[in-house]
């Protein structure tokens, strides 16, 4: 790597984080996720807006020659990522109300996916070109994207409103804990089929990422907990044992990408089955979270929002056809949640507030959209199309809440 190209990488650090931040600052005031405004903030250096005003200064600000060191940093970010969002899995959260919470979770999944493959099949795929991916992988991935719920950003909100003791905000954590390991079993499927383009083929990967996950819940956690056994006594992470979970998150990344799976996986499993001490997660979460959040996830964001164009969606068809992606991904959510907790006794109020809660998609959609884009399943107007999408339904998600289910007076 020559030095100019060195001084040209660091330069889109400082722009990209500086903006994130910025951006994502403004979006805190007016009581929405920060996360949305870091995506808005990555869109903005991409085609949609940086490419219009001056398309000569964004090909030379990142050029080709940047992105592929932007794109392993943002991998690093998702791999950590995943790693504290499979820490914040509290077993004590499935526990309660947990039928109704299954129930409810694999419906608010159901519904939207049904709505995701019919899309597919009367509208999306012919759009989804030049792609030559056949029609399964390509339904599964926009089935899965419809179907996902944020479960970080969904306690934010809850813990933003003041929602976070009560009911709705029990309900709320257990049914997304529910949908996350739901649906990232069905982003693993959509992944293995589309990588042998069979589902037959995709057999022996599922088979593996089961069993690795089998042995992950049952020795790794063992021996996790044997390592951490003298945590309890002293309360204190110090810099061998963060070392050797950060290499373990590592290590884990590159199994499930051996397997076949995406590497985001290895994080996320990693997390779910370290043992659940309060205190060492906090202390986990808060060595973790800041840096990742603070510097390698606004490279995510701006290495997506290179992918992002605003342009491509030049017809009036087309933009048609992103409302009624919004409006399948919203209903689809809404009224699965809505109809299924009334079913099941739940007050009126707090099952409309559940609705649009599980609505919450943020960065997680992100997530999905990139996987699908990396592997050649979804084209970028379907890309650009989702992303618009993840950003509408987080953004109602707040203010809808608040008017339907006010938080207590404390």
Same mark, same amino acid.
């Given at each position: 790597?020559?030095t100019?190209?060195?001084?040209l990488?660091?330069? *889109?650090?400082v722009?990209?984080i500086?903006?994130?931040?910025?951006?994502g600052?403004l979006?805190?005031?007016?009581?929405?996720?920060?996360?949305?405004g870091?995506?808005i903030a990555g869109?903005m250096?991409? $085609?949609?807006?940086?490419?219009?005003?001056?398309p000569?200064?964004e090909?030379?600000f990142?050029?080709?020659?940047t992105?592929?060191?932007l794109?392993?940093?943002?991998?690093?970010?998702?791999?950590?990522?995943?790693f504290?969002?499979?820490?914040?899995? =509290?077993p004590?959260?499935l526990?309660?109300?947990?039928k109704?919470a299954?129930?409810?979770? =694999?419906?608010?999944?159901?519904?939207?996916?049904?709505l995701?493959?019919v899309?597919?099949?009367?509208?999306?795929?012919?759009?989804n070109?030049?792609?030559?991916?056949?029609?399964?992988?390509?339904?599964?991935f926009?089935?899965a994207a419809m179907s996902i719920?944020a479960?970080?950003?969904?306690?934010?909100?809850?813990?933003?409103?003041g929602l #976070?003791?009560? $009911?709705?905000?029990?309900l709320?954590?257990?049914?997304?804990s529910?949908?996350?390991?739901?649906a990232?079993?069905?982003?693993a499927?959509?992944?293995?089929?589309?990588?042998t383009? *069979?589902?037959?083929?995709?057999?022996p990967?599922?088979?593996?990422?089961a069993?690795?996950?089998v042995?992950?819940v049952?020795?790794?956690?063992k021996?996790?907990k044997?390592?951490l056994? *003298?945590?309890g006594?002293?309360?204190?992470l *110090?810099?061998g044992?963060?070392?050797?979970i950060?290499?373990?998150?590592?290590?884990?990344?590159?199994?499930t990408?051996w397997i076949g799976i995406?590497?985001?996986?290895?994080g996320?499993i990693?997390?779910?089955?370290? $043992?659940? =001490?309060?205190?060492?997660?906090?202390e986990?979460t808060?060595?973790?979270e800041?840096f990742?959040?603070?510097?390698?996830? $606004?490279?995510?964001?701006?290495y997506?929002g290179?992918s992002? #164009?605003?342009?491509?969606l =030049?017809?009036p068809?087309?933009w048609?056809?992103?409302?009624l992606v919004v409006?399948?991904?919203?209903?689809?959510k809404?009224?699965?949640?809505?109809?299924?907790?009334r079913?099941?006794g739940?007050?009126?109020?707090?099952a409309?507030a559940?609705?649009?809660?599980?609505?919450?998609?943020?960065l997680?959609?992100?997530?999905i959209l990139?996987?699908?884009?990396?592997l050649g399943?979804?084209?970028p107007?379907?890309?650009?199309?989702f992303v618009i999408?993840?950003?509408?339904?987080?953004?109602?998600t707040?203010?809808?809440?608040?008017?339907?289910?006010?938080?207590?007076?404390?």
């Amino acid at each position: 790597m020559d030095t100019n190209t060195l001084l040209l990488i660091l330069a *889109n650090i400082v722009v990209i984080i500086g903006l994130a931040r910025l951006i994502g600052l403004l979006f805190a005031r007016f009581q929405q996720p920060p996360v949305i405004g870091e995506i808005i903030a990555g869109i903005m250096l991409g $085609p949609s807006l940086l490419g219009l005003l001056s398309p000569t200064l964004e090909k030379s600000f990142f050029p080709a020659t940047t992105q592929p060191f932007l794109y392993l940093l943002s991998e690093i970010g998702l791999i950590f990522y995943m790693f504290l969002v499979g820490l914040e899995l =509290n077993p004590q959260h499935l526990r309660q109300k947990l039928k109704v919470a299954i129930v409810t979770s =694999n419906v608010s999944i159901f519904f939207p996916f049904v709505l995701g493959v019919v899309l597919s099949f009367f509208v999306l795929y012919s759009l989804n070109q030049p792609n030559k991916t056949s029609f399964i992988p390509f339904a599964l991935f926009i089935g899965a994207a419809m179907s996902i719920t944020a479960f970080p950003v969904l306690a934010r909100i809850l813990k933003d409103t003041g929602l #976070d003791k009560t $009911p709705l905000g029990t309900l709320g954590l257990t049914c997304a804990s529910v949908d996350d390991i739901s649906a990232w079993c069905l982003l693993a499927i959509a992944i293995a089929v589309t990588r042998t383009d *069979n589902i037959f083929g995709a057999l022996p990967t599922l088979l593996g990422i089961a069993v690795y996950t089998v042995f992950m819940v049952t020795l790794g956690q063992k021996l996790f907990k044997y390592i951490l056994r *003298n945590y309890g006594q002293t309360n204190y992470l *110090n810099k061998g044992l963060l070392t050797f979970i950060y290499i373990m998150v590592v290590l884990s990344a590159m199994i499930t990408q051996w397997i076949g799976i995406d590497m985001i996986f290895g994080g996320f499993i990693l997390g779910a089955i370290l $043992p659940k =001490n309060t205190n060492l997660n906090a202390e986990l979460t808060t060595k973790t979270e800041d840096f990742v959040s603070t510097f390698l996830l $606004p490279i995510f964001f701006a290495y997506s929002g290179l992918s992002t #164009d605003l342009g491509l969606l =030049n017809k009036p068809y087309l933009w048609a056809v992103c409302a009624l992606v919004v409006a399948a991904a919203i209903a689809g959510k809404y009224w699965g949640v809505y109809v299924t907790t009334r079913v099941m006794g739940v007050e009126k109020q707090e099952a409309k507030a559940l609705g649009w809660l599980m609505n919450t998609r943020g960065l997680t959609e992100l997530i999905i959209l990139n996987v699908g884009l990396t592997l050649g399943v979804i084209s970028p107007v379907i890309f650009t199309m989702f992303v618009i999408m993840a950003i509408i339904t987080t953004i109602i998600t707040s203010p809808l809440v608040v008017r339907i289910y006010p938080a207590p007076a404390r």
